[in-house]
């Protein structure tokens, strides 16, 4: 109301419903800015930093086909209902990114996992969006998308099984594990 109060006082010949056409036309417009992209699947330069298919090898298998041991001490830990990845992991990041370099002809998997606090819903989109950070961040890194995949875990893998903040801590994370040929 008080917008309105100010507007009627610098442009006094305007009445109220041309003031309010004169609005209406303004946040249609506003609402307007870009392009609205199709749907469906982006081709492979496209991709977006919020998409990461699973390896479209039919046999694939997250379970069996994926080799945490060589990345273990690259876990990526992240705070309380965060998926800002912390500057003090930053670096595990720069030497798994380094790892890929040495090895041009591996892929990773990138598994988001929470603390059991908060429902299953919104932990499996939680280990997403932590798995999508620590995604988008190895492509800053040079790391081409193809070769990295997501899948999150939600509460339902947890690598400690108590109940104190210690445990929690080791909870959330985001595992890098290399997927087998």
Known sequence: MKSYLLLRRFLPTIDSRQLFLFLTLLVGISGCAGPKKSGGVPAPEEES????????RGD????????????????????????????????????????MTDNPDSSLLLAGHCDERGTEEYNRGLGERRALAVREYLIGLGISPQRLHTISYGKDRPAS?????????????????????
């Open 49 to 56: 930093l919020t998409t990461s298919p699973l390896p479209s």
């Open 161 to 181: 099984s108590g109940h104190g903040e210690a445990d929690y801590l080791r909870n959330r994370r985001v595992e890098l594990g290399v997927i087998a040929r």
């Open 60 to 99: 694939f298998n997250p379970e069996t086909d994926v080799n945490y041991a060589p990345l273990h001490a690259e876990t990526i830990y992240f705070a309380f209902d965060s998926s800002a990845i912390p500057s003090g992991e930053r670096g595990k990041l720069e030497k798994a990114a380094q790892w």
